[in-house]
């Protein structure tokens, strides 16, 4: 298992104004990977923060919108830039204990609201 | 047609019912099958995860898969209040990451005393 400390839990933000959200791991991982929960939808996975490389980006989602950091192999931090409204959601980081995505472990996640 | 269909809810049943969550998929090439549960402000706990077709038990609770009819299920016996939670499946290939799993979009479940 895995225990992961996410902040802030939750947040209100100005339009145009952007957030960093922290998230860290009480044990070494190789990949952690951030998602993006709106009400009603499914999780969907922004990108993959790999240790000493450029974080992976899924379709739909660019990393001057969304930087990654991943300075060591605890911690991680996604930025949401020049937000918008559009933006307000729940976001998650979450590591793989298991061999190909079948043992996920989620953060507390951070409620972020735009106006 | 998404690739996984979860009926949201909400769902409402009593104290000590047997509760059925279920999902569809359309990908038979999916091996591994999870059950997260969420708390409302709480990120998604793994709760079960099986492998393949058939049942899996823990306690309470026990996943089905029926890879015949792309269709997987949750059951939650003795159903208690503490059970009340958005319940999420999830799927993913036998030589798969993290980054191809894919979710259904959640079933709110409340237990009434």
């Known amino acids: 298992s895995a225990v992961i400390s996410q902040k802030p839990s939750r947040d209100i933000c100005q339009r145009g104004t952007s957030l960093t959200i922290q998230c860290q791991v009480d044990s070494q991982v190789t990949m952690m990977f951030w998602y993006r929960q709106q009400p009603g939808q499914s999780l969907t996975l922004i990108a993959t923060?790999?240790?000493?490389?450029?974080?992976?980006?899924e379709s739909g989602f660019v990393i001057d919108k969304f930087p990654i950091s991943r300075p060591n192999l605890t911690f991680s931090t996604l930025t949401v830039s020049n937000m918008s409204p559009e933006d307000s959601s729940i976001y998650l980081c979450?590591?793989?204990?298991?061999?190909?995505?079948?043992?996920?472990?989620f953060g507390s996640g951070t409620q972020l609201s735009v106006l | 047609q998404k690739e996984v269909e979860q009926d949201p809810g909400p769902l409402s049943v009593p104290e000590g019912a047997i509760v059925s969550l279920n999902c569809t998929y359309s990908?038979?090439?999916?091996?591994?099958f999870m059950w997260y549960r969420q708390y409302s402000r709480k990120g998604p706990e793994l709760l079960m995860y099986?492998?393949?077709?058939g049942n899996k038990e823990d306690g309470r609770f026990t996943a089905q898969v029926d890879k015949s009819s792309k269709y997987i299920s949750l059951f939650i016996r003795d159903s208690q209040p503490s059970d009340s939670a958005t319940y999420l499946c999830a799927m993913t290939f036998s030589s798969g990451s993290a980054r191809q799993l894919t979710f259904g979009s959640g079933t709110q479940l409340t237990v009434l005393p």
């Open positions: 099986t492998y393949s077709s």
């Open positions: 923060a790999n240790q000493g490389s450029e974080a992976t980006y």
């Open positions: 990908n038979s090439a999916f091996q591994y």
């Open positions: 979450s590591v793989d204990v298991g061999l190909g995505g079948e043992k996920l472990f």
